[in-house]
Protein backbone atom coordinates (compact mmCIF):
# COMPACT_ATOMS: atom_id res chain seq x y z
CA UNK A 1 0.00 0.00 0.00
CA UNK A 2 0.83 3.56 -0.80
CA UNK A 3 -1.13 5.89 1.38
CA UNK A 4 -0.16 9.90 0.72
CA UNK A 5 -0.23 12.73 2.77
CA UNK A 6 -2.96 14.30 0.57
CA UNK A 7 -5.54 12.17 0.51
CA UNK A 8 -7.34 14.09 -2.41
CA UNK A 9 -3.97 13.44 -4.56
CA UNK A 10 -4.75 9.59 -4.15
CA UNK A 11 -8.09 9.87 -5.95
CA UNK A 12 -8.40 8.99 -9.49
CA UNK A 13 -12.03 10.19 -10.03
CA UNK A 14 -15.23 11.47 -8.31
CA UNK A 15 -17.64 8.30 -8.25
CA UNK A 16 -20.21 10.62 -6.94
CA UNK A 17 -19.81 14.01 -5.85
CA UNK A 18 -20.80 15.73 -2.27
CA UNK A 19 -23.80 17.41 -4.04
CA UNK A 20 -25.21 14.09 -5.44
CA UNK A 21 -24.88 12.35 -1.91
CA UNK A 22 -26.72 15.68 -0.43
CA UNK A 23 -29.40 15.53 -2.52
CA UNK A 24 -29.52 11.75 -2.62
CA UNK A 25 -29.51 11.24 1.13
CA UNK A 26 -32.48 14.17 1.42
CA UNK A 27 -34.68 11.75 -1.01
CA UNK A 28 -33.76 8.87 0.90
CA UNK A 29 -34.39 10.18 4.59
CA UNK A 30 -37.72 11.99 3.56
CA UNK A 31 -38.77 8.59 1.98
CA UNK A 32 -38.03 6.58 5.18
CA UNK A 33 -39.61 9.26 7.31
CA UNK A 34 -42.61 8.25 5.54
CA UNK A 35 -42.87 4.61 5.98
CA UNK A 36 -41.44 4.85 9.46
CA UNK A 37 -43.69 7.55 10.77
CA UNK A 38 -45.77 6.38 13.16
CA UNK A 39 -44.04 3.42 13.82
CA UNK A 40 -41.81 2.37 16.46
CA UNK A 41 -38.37 2.55 14.87
CA UNK A 42 -34.24 1.99 15.53
CA UNK A 43 -32.18 2.92 13.75
CA UNK A 44 -28.95 1.06 13.86
CA UNK A 45 -25.38 2.20 12.84
CA UNK A 46 -22.75 -0.48 11.94
CA UNK A 47 -20.03 0.68 12.46
CA UNK A 48 -17.24 1.96 11.48
CA UNK A 49 -18.09 2.70 7.54
CA UNK A 50 -21.78 4.11 8.18
CA UNK A 51 -21.19 6.62 10.32
CA UNK A 52 -20.82 9.42 8.48
CA UNK A 53 -23.76 8.12 6.17
CA UNK A 54 -26.02 7.33 9.40
CA UNK A 55 -25.75 10.92 10.59
CA UNK A 56 -26.45 12.72 7.59
CA UNK A 57 -29.19 10.31 6.85
CA UNK A 58 -31.00 10.17 10.56
CA UNK A 59 -31.07 13.82 10.12
CA UNK A 60 -32.75 13.59 6.96
CA UNK A 61 -35.69 11.82 8.54
CA UNK A 62 -38.12 14.03 10.13
CA UNK A 63 -40.07 10.95 12.39
CA UNK A 64 -39.69 9.87 15.98
CA UNK A 65 -36.90 7.20 16.02
CA UNK A 66 -34.02 6.13 18.10
CA UNK A 67 -30.35 5.46 17.29
CA UNK A 68 -28.08 2.54 18.28
CA UNK A 69 -24.36 1.70 17.08
CA UNK A 70 -23.16 -1.49 16.17
CA UNK A 71 -19.64 -2.75 15.27
CA UNK A 72 -19.19 -6.35 14.27
CA UNK A 73 -15.99 -8.04 13.53
CA UNK A 74 -15.20 -10.93 10.87
CA UNK A 75 -13.83 -13.78 11.55
CA UNK A 76 -13.14 -17.29 9.92
CA UNK A 77 -10.69 -17.49 7.57
CA UNK A 78 -9.23 -13.51 8.28
CA UNK A 79 -11.16 -12.54 5.57
CA UNK A 80 -14.30 -10.02 5.71
CA UNK A 81 -15.72 -11.82 2.84
CA UNK A 82 -16.38 -15.14 4.88
CA UNK A 83 -19.54 -13.16 6.07
CA UNK A 84 -18.74 -14.66 9.42
CA UNK A 85 -19.30 -12.07 12.01
CA UNK A 86 -19.05 -11.47 15.73
CA UNK A 87 -20.71 -8.45 17.52
CA UNK A 88 -17.91 -6.46 19.14
CA UNK A 89 -20.71 -3.89 20.43
CA UNK A 90 -23.47 -4.64 20.62
CA UNK A 91 -26.97 -2.00 20.62
CA UNK A 92 -27.65 -1.44 24.04
CA UNK A 93 -32.00 -1.90 23.88
CA UNK A 94 -33.89 -5.06 23.13
CA UNK A 95 -35.70 -4.92 19.56
CA UNK A 96 -38.45 -7.01 20.39
CA UNK A 97 -41.61 -6.05 18.76
CA UNK A 98 -39.60 -3.20 17.18
CA UNK A 99 -38.90 -1.97 13.78
CA UNK A 100 -35.15 -2.17 12.47
CA UNK A 101 -33.62 -0.31 10.11
CA UNK A 102 -29.91 -1.56 9.47
CA UNK A 103 -27.62 1.69 8.09
CA UNK A 104 -24.50 0.37 5.99
CA UNK A 105 -22.54 2.39 3.95
CA UNK A 106 -21.98 -0.51 0.68
CA UNK A 107 -23.37 -3.94 0.33
CA UNK A 108 -20.73 -6.01 -1.37
CA UNK A 109 -20.50 -9.48 -1.37
CA UNK A 110 -23.64 -9.00 1.06
CA UNK A 111 -22.40 -11.82 3.18
CA UNK A 112 -22.14 -8.88 6.30
CA UNK A 113 -25.75 -8.09 6.11
CA UNK A 114 -27.04 -11.27 5.58
CA UNK A 115 -25.35 -12.55 8.61
CA UNK A 116 -25.95 -9.45 11.10
CA UNK A 117 -29.90 -10.13 9.95
CA UNK A 118 -29.64 -13.43 10.77
CA UNK A 119 -28.45 -12.81 14.15
CA UNK A 120 -31.10 -9.73 14.85
CA UNK A 121 -33.67 -11.62 13.25
CA UNK A 122 -32.97 -14.27 16.50
CA UNK A 123 -33.63 -11.39 18.80
CA UNK A 124 -37.78 -11.42 17.43
CA UNK A 125 -38.11 -7.65 16.15
CA UNK A 126 -41.18 -6.84 14.34
CA UNK A 127 -39.46 -6.23 11.00
CA UNK A 128 -35.76 -5.61 9.47
CA UNK A 129 -35.30 -3.49 6.92
CA UNK A 130 -31.27 -2.51 5.30
CA UNK A 131 -30.30 0.69 3.80
CA UNK A 132 -27.15 0.99 1.63
CA UNK A 133 -25.57 3.89 0.44
CA UNK A 134 -23.78 2.37 -2.27
CA UNK A 135 -24.78 -1.26 -3.17
CA UNK A 136 -22.11 -3.17 -5.48
CA UNK A 137 -24.43 -6.15 -6.94
CA UNK A 138 -21.22 -7.08 -9.62
CA UNK A 139 -19.93 -8.44 -6.07
CA UNK A 140 -22.73 -10.31 -4.40
CA UNK A 141 -21.88 -13.76 -3.03
CA UNK A 142 -25.67 -15.02 -1.79
CA UNK A 143 -29.20 -13.88 -2.24
CA UNK A 144 -29.51 -10.12 -0.81
CA UNK A 145 -30.45 -6.81 -1.73
CA UNK A 146 -30.86 -3.37 0.49
CA UNK A 147 -34.28 -2.45 0.76
CA UNK A 148 -33.39 1.20 0.24
CA UNK A 149 -30.27 2.35 -1.91
CA UNK A 150 -28.50 5.35 -2.55
CA UNK A 151 -26.84 4.39 -5.63
CA UNK A 152 -25.67 1.15 -7.46
CA UNK A 153 -21.95 1.50 -8.36
CA UNK A 154 -19.61 -0.64 -10.50
CA UNK A 155 -16.81 -2.95 -8.96
CA UNK A 156 -14.10 0.04 -8.12
CA UNK A 157 -12.22 0.26 -5.51
CA UNK A 158 -14.15 3.29 -3.79
CA UNK A 159 -13.05 5.49 -0.24
CA UNK A 160 -14.86 8.09 1.30
CA UNK A 161 -18.20 9.67 3.06
CA UNK A 162 -17.18 6.45 5.77
CA UNK A 163 -15.93 4.25 3.26
CA UNK A 164 -11.61 3.44 3.76
CA UNK A 165 -8.49 1.83 2.77
CA UNK A 166 -6.79 0.49 6.09
CA UNK A 167 -8.75 3.39 8.30
CA UNK A 168 -8.07 6.36 6.18
CA UNK A 169 -10.18 8.45 3.50
CA UNK A 170 -12.67 8.14 5.83
CA UNK A 171 -13.20 11.93 6.49
CA UNK A 172 -13.35 12.66 2.15
CA UNK A 173 -16.58 14.34 1.65
CA UNK A 174 -17.39 12.18 -1.47
CA UNK A 175 -16.66 9.10 -2.97
CA UNK A 176 -14.24 8.74 -5.02
CA UNK A 177 -12.02 5.92 -7.14
CA UNK A 178 -8.52 5.43 -5.63
CA UNK A 179 -5.44 5.36 -7.68
CA UNK A 180 -4.47 1.52 -8.32
CA UNK A 181 -1.17 2.83 -7.12
CA UNK A 182 -2.61 3.30 -3.72
CA UNK A 183 -3.40 0.07 -3.13
CA UNK A 184 -1.45 -1.97 -4.82
CA UNK A 185 1.28 -3.95 -3.09
C1 LIG B 1 -17.48 -2.94 5.08
C2 LIG B 1 -18.84 -2.27 5.01
C3 LIG B 1 -19.79 -3.41 5.25
C4 LIG B 1 -19.08 -4.59 4.63
C5 LIG B 1 -19.65 -4.86 3.28
O1 LIG B 1 -17.09 -3.02 6.41
O2 LIG B 1 -18.98 -1.26 5.97
O3 LIG B 1 -20.00 -3.66 6.63
O4 LIG B 1 -17.70 -4.25 4.52
O5 LIG B 1 -19.01 -5.97 2.69
P1 LIG B 1 -19.76 -7.33 2.34
O6 LIG B 1 -21.06 -6.97 1.67
O7 LIG B 1 -18.79 -7.99 1.38
O8 LIG B 1 -19.94 -8.13 3.58
P2 LIG B 1 -15.60 -3.30 6.90
O9 LIG B 1 -15.47 -4.73 7.31
O10 LIG B 1 -14.63 -2.81 5.84
O11 LIG B 1 -15.48 -2.43 8.22
P3 LIG B 1 -15.71 -0.85 8.44
O12 LIG B 1 -17.19 -0.60 8.30
O13 LIG B 1 -15.23 -0.60 9.84
O14 LIG B 1 -14.90 -0.10 7.39
Redo the contacts with the bound molecule.
Keep these: MNIGQDMQKDILKVLISEEEISARVKELGEQLANDYRGKDVIVIC ?5 CVFFTDLVRNMDCQLEMEFM ?4 YGGGT ?2 S ?1 VVRIAKDIDTSITNRHILIV ?10 SHMKKLLESRSPASIKTVCLLDKPE ?1 R ?1 CDITPDYCGFTIPNEFVVGY ?3 LAGFY ?1 NLKYVGVLKPEVYSE
Design positions: VLKGAAISSKTGEDIMDSGLTLREGLDR
